[in-house]
């Protein structure tokens, strides 16, 4: 009799000791669970229970107690399909250090904007553009860009115009870079603003096509005395490189806004750094793009 007493005694101190030295995990339903945590991430932890593993989501969780200090082994959060494929991309896309290419947008209202692109990272740009459009106010014009990565020159020689910003502002009219290049604007696509629509063949040219939703005020297209609003685009990346050849964007009606093309590129070219040195010519008047009163007659 003393023998099975003792034997009690042993396996309820050993379950005690056990309770004392569990790990406690409160959920906001109320629920407890006592075991010891074998596993923790970003989204999910993994408790070990008498009757097994319980994987439990953080946000359902109130408050973790740890009785003691010991390493918890991190699991793996893989990356879905979609960012597997936007990481392979972005690899190949790193690769960019300098581009040339032809480009030509057009716009829902029938403007169109054509020309070429010199770009070099991580903040230099060169660029020559003819826009036209239906409008009087401007019919066809001219537009050069220039940029040495310090000052952003934005020329318009129809109008004897040079408009002047430190490279970089907060409220900068230049282009960013992240618009710019390819690994830097595939860095803005993940699993919340992004789907894989497949592999497409686009004159010739095998690339990945994804569909963004467009946000903030990268959704805003306003021009020619009218105002539009982007929900979606379709970008197509080529396979072999990252780069996007084709932008398509649509107003939430399925409406193509824009049609952004590029064709004739050439990367990691050697480029003379002449070619991002800009001055102006003379009796060309030149404004200060950082007043608003000189944007808003730009505008």
Not at 9 to 36: I, P, R, W
Not at 177 to 195: G, H, I, V, Y
Not at 196 to 211: I, K, P, Y
Not at 259 to 270: A, F, V
Request: hydrophobic share 40%; charged share 25%; net charge negative.
């Amino acid at each position: 009799m003393m023998k099975k007493i003792m034997f009690m005694v042993l396996v309820l101190g050993f379950m005690y000791s056990q309770t004392l030295q569990a790990d406690t995990v409160h959920l906001k339903n109320g629920a407890c669970y006592d075991g010891e945590v074998i596993a923790q991430n970003d989204k999910e932890l993994t408790i070990k229970l008498d009757i097994g593993e319980l994987t439990i989501n953080n946000d359902d969780i109130r408050s973790i107690k740890i009785t003691k200090k010991k390493k918890v082994i991190k699991k793996e959060t893989k990356p879905s399909d979609v960012m597997l494929i936007v990481s392979r991309l972005k690899k190949k896309a790193a690769k960019i250090n300098n581009y040339r290419c032809k480009m030509r947008s057009e716009l829902y209202d029938g403007s169109t904007v054509s020309g070429t692109t010199l770009c070099e990272a991580p903040d230099k740009l060169k660029a020559a553009y003819l826009v036209t459009s239906n409008s009087q106010d401007i019919g066809r014009m001219e537009v050069k860009a220039v940029s040495d990565g310090k000052v952003f020159w934005l020329y318009y020689p129809q109008l004897n115009i040079i408009y002047k910003q430190a490279a970089g502002s907060e409220d900068s009219i230049a282009p960013g870079m992240d618009e710019l290049m390819p690994a830097a604007l595939l860095d803005k696509l993940n699993d919340s603003n992004c789907t894989f629509l497949g592999n497409e063949s686009v004159d010739n040219v095998d690339t990945a096509c994804f569909e963004i939703i467009i946000k903030g005020d990268a959704s805003d297209l306003s021009g020619m005395g009218q105002s539009e609003e982007i929900t979606t685009s379709k970008m197509y990346f080529r396979q072999k490189d990252g780069f996007l050849i084709k932008n398509v964007g649509y107003d939430k009606n399925g409406k193509i806004l824009f049609i952004n093309s590029t064709k004739d590129i050439e990367i990691n070219i050697n480029i003379n750094e002449n070619e991002f040195y800009f001055k102006a010519p003379e009796g060309v008047k030149v404004l200060d793009a950082s007043v608003l009163e000189n944007l808003d007659a730009m505008f």
